[in-house]
């Protein structure tokens, strides 16, 4: 069954402490992409990747750190100076062969603080 | 200016009803254009492309227009299972920017 998996589907954070958020996928694309969503919001991109071992930052990348060392893998570490990490985290992955592909997501991760 | 706007609503209206709604982005060089849907505490789902000729899938009707960088979607004969947030989304050179989207209530 194709798709892009996350995982937890809920997580909560100590004061200080690093988390890391998995995505993966087995639908062969080239791009992956991590967004936050507030509630209320629209989404913010937070880091995106076009090819293994490369990644970008997005528009709200302070806090955040990511990794690309395998096509299917993209996971999201939220770290200790990102002060307000509480909000919904959204993977999604689209074909880079054509530009503007459309971007499909998974089901989200939703990180708390304790 | 936002660089995608769209009423928020909500937008309440009875089954079997045609709505509309309309978005407008700011970036001219904006390339491809997107409906979302995304149910309550849900991921964002693709609903459809929008292409510049305007485009038909089943009960929802997309519409472009670049010249005035104004997006629109209607639905037809509106069902329950329509009621959810509907985000408009502008892509160039594949990293998308998203409304804030507009929520749809469809009642018995």
């Known amino acids: 069954d194709g798709g892009i998996t996350q995982s937890p589907k809920y997580l909560f954070r100590k004061e200080g402490q690093n988390v890391t958020l998995s995505c993966e996928q087995n639908?062969?694309?080239?791009?992956m992409y991590w967004y936050r969503q507030d509630p209320g919001q629209g989404l913010r991109l937070i880091y995106y990747s076009q090819i293994v071992n490369d990644f970008q930052k997005g528009d709200i990348a302070e806090g955040y750190s990511v990794s690309r060392e395998k096509k299917e893998s993209f996971p999201l570490t939220v770290t200790s100076a990102q002060k307000n990490p509480t909000a919904f985290y959204l993977c999604a992955s689209s074909a880079w062969t054509e530009i503007n592909q459309p971007q499909h997501f998974g089901d989200g991760t939703r990180l708390s603080i304790l | 200016r936002k660089e995608v706007e769209q009423d928020p609503g909500p937008f309440n209206v009875p089954e079997g009803a045609t709505v509309a709604f309309n978005c407008t982005y700011s970036?001219?060089?904006?390339?491809?254009f997107f409906w979302y849907r995304q149910d309550c505490r849900k991921e964002p789902k693709l609903l459809m492309s929008?292409?510049?000729s305007g485009n038909e899938d089943g009960r929802f009707t997309a519409q472009l227009n670049r010249a005035s960088q104004y997006i629109s979607l209607l639905i037809r004969d509106s069902k329950l299972s329509d009621s959810a947030t509907y985000l408009c989304v502008v892509s160039r050179y594949s990293t998308l920017t998203f409304g804030k989207g507009t929520m749809l209530l469809v009642s018995p």
């Open positions: 929008v292409y510049s």
């Open positions: 970036n001219s060089a904006s390339q491809s």
């Open positions: 639908l062969n694309h080239d791009a």
